[in-house]
């Protein structure tokens, strides 16, 4: 597995470990970033989770088609976050940005090698 793919995979398990840690233990900065605890997030919980499973499955699995999915959903979801958010204020729109454009090399590089 190229070095790249790896990198967007481990960043996704470094930042979702403490992110849903977090949301599930209601941490004072998750509800400064995240709001209160309600069913959305809630169901954003759910998603964090199954990208973090996938995550580190990927790491064994080693299919650069899969992780071109995965890394390509949340590059579409991170930059639609301004948007639907509102701002670009919130700690989470800023990091999703810059996870976007981390991910966005990734699939570039993934794309490049004919993978």
Do not use: C, E
């Amino acid at each position: 597995m190229k070095p790249m793919m790896i990198a967007s995979l481990i960043l996704n398990i470094v930042v979702l470990i403490p992110v849903t840690t977090g949301l599930l233990v209601d941490a004072s900065w998750a509800t400064a970033s995240y709001g209160a605890s309600t069913a959305a997030r809630g169901i954003l919980l759910s998603i964090y989770l199954a990208i973090l499973v996938a995550s580190a499955l990927l790491l064994f699995v080693r299919d650069p088609r899969m992780v071109a999915a995965l890394v390509g959903v949340q590059i579409i979801y991170k930059i639609l976050t301004p948007f639907t958010v509102g701002t670009l204020q919130n700690p989470v729109v800023i990091s999703n940005l810059g996870i976007a454009a981390f991910h966005m090399i990734t699939v570039f590089l993934i794309w490049r090698s004919g993978s």
